[in-house]
């Protein structure tokens, strides 16, 4: 659609269809570099049973004090260099009975809605 088109375009009556919860296959898992947040982040390329594509999904929602939190899969290190204990990323992988990345890839995992009504994976 040209530019100028969408100054003349109306409004849609379709919603935007949303995924819903449920277990996804890891595919694949890659780490991005997030140049606003100065940080790297491992992005999962996961299938999920209502889409025919691949989705990807970064985020996990886990317990800490009491409380469900949401955060991103930013990859922390210690001053071990081993992935930082008690960060999302290894929530997810402690839950999943993983010790690192790659041995999620073939596993089902369980996801839900954030609060923002994105696909985060499940790890509490």
């Known amino acids: 659609m040209e530019t100028q088109n969408v100054l003349e375009t ?17 595919i694949e ?3 991005e570099n ?11 390329t996961v299938a999920h049973p209502d ?4 989705i990807q999904i970064s985020s996990v ?20 260099n081993l992935l ?9 992988l402690s839950f999943n009975k993983v010790g690192t990345v790659k041995e999620l890839v073939g596993k089902d995992i369980a996801t839900e809605l954030d609060v923002k009504g994105y696909l985060a994976f499940k790890a509490y």
């Open 61 to 80: 929602r886990y317990m800490m004090h009491d409380a469900v939190k949401t955060s991103g899969t930013w990859i922390k290190m210690d001053e071990d």
């Open 10 to 26: 109306g409004i849609g009556t379709k919603e935007v269809e949303s995924l819903k919860a449920g277990t996804v296959k890891v």
């Open 84 to 92: 930082q204990k008690g960060s999302a990323l290894t929530k997810l």
């Open 51 to 54: 889409r025919p594509e691949p």
């Open 34 to 44: 997030v140049p606003a947040a100065k940080g790297d982040k491992v992005i999962f």
């Open 29 to 31: 898992v890659k780490v």
